[in-house]
């Protein structure tokens, strides 16, 4: 299953100005080496690419290295993603010793420094909404998605929390950090109250995404993963294969596709076919 056409145009971009820009944000130098470590792991760079993305189907035209605005928005949210990682990975909560294929952090760096990045880099975000002068709606966003982000998380590590519907655990932990991109291209576009397929697609995408992630811990290998598989269910997690079942999981995500695909068609989306192509893609991801 490829990537859809010009995501790689997009992806290079986006890590050509995250190369140049983001190490600037991080002072002392053993701060900077440990918080780029992370955010230069590799990845897919889902997040971004979806700022990206929304933004040239809403307006219109083609993200270029001169779309400094959009590009640091999308900067802002890969630094609050990979500061989720860090800490995801550390002992107190998966205890996850690899990430991407690499040491985590903290087994690079040591715990202290592990919980230091992932502060920074979650206060770093801010710095560049600040510095891009974004609109009060982008801050708006970002905070309820890296708060929300935060109660899932709880709701899914904690004894004693652990009661709600997966479905609302997924939400916050996954599906706000998804629908984060697609908020963010509308604010800075002025049209954040024109279109909630919009803003359902990144919900409803982000979901999608975290029932993957519950299949992919079930059936996927370390080599496809970069990481630890079976930590759900050796952990006990309420995850939708814990829920459901594996087949049952596997038929919620088709169900999810299909609305994903319902929102892309009835969306003010000029690139439709991108977005049509990503959720395919998300669907059947083996990695």
């Known amino acids: 299953m490829k990537l859809p056409h010009r995501y790689d145009f997009l992806l290079e971009t986006f890590e050509n100005h ?4 983001a190490p600037a944000y991080f ?18 760079r889902i997040r971004p690419v979806l700022c990206l993305a929304c933004y040239e189907g809403l307006t219109g035209s083609e993200i270029s290295e001169k779309s400094v605005d959009i590009l640091n928005c999308a900067m802002a949210i890969e630094f609050i993603h990979t500061y989720s990682l860090i800490h995801d990975d550390l ?3 998966d205890n996850d010793d690899f990430r991407r294929g690499k040491p985590s952090n903290h ?3 040591g715990e202290a420094m592990a919980i230091l990045s992932g502060d920074a880099l979650l206060s770093a975000a801010f710095v560049i909404l600040a510095d891009t002068n974004a609109p009060i709606e982008v801050f708006r966003a970002f905070s309820y998605a890296a708060l929300g982000m935060v109660s899932g998380q709880v709701l899914d590590t904690c004894p004693g929390e652990n009661t709600a519907d997966f479905r609302h655990v997924n939400a916050l932990k996954t599906g706000l950090m998804l629908a984060l991109p697609f908020e ?9 109250d024109e279109n909630q397929a919009v803003k359902n697609l990144g919900l ?7 029932i993957t992630d519950d299949i992919l811990d079930c059936t996927g290998t370390y080599e496809e993963l970069g990481k630890t598989p079976g930590k759900d269910a050796s952990s006990d997690k309420l995850t939708s294969v814990a829920v459901l079942g594996l087949e049952g999981a596997k ?4 169900s999810l596709a299909a609305r994903c695909h319902h929102f892309i068609d009835v969306s003010i989306l000029e690139n439709k076919q991108f977005f049509a192509d990503l959720t395919t893609f998300i669907h059947h991801r083996k990695t």
């Open 18 to 21: 995250l190369k140049t820009a």
């Open 184 to 192: 963010t291209a509308l604010a800075i576009t002025g049209a954040m």
């Open 251 to 254: 038929t919620l995500a088709d």
């Open 27 to 44: 002072e002392p130098p053993s701060l900077r080496k440990a918080c780029t470590y992370s955010l230069f792991a590799g990845g897919k």
């Open 204 to 210: 409803t995408l982000g979901e999608l995404f975290q």
């Open 107 to 109: 087994k690079a760096f």
């Open 91 to 93: 002992p107190a909560i």
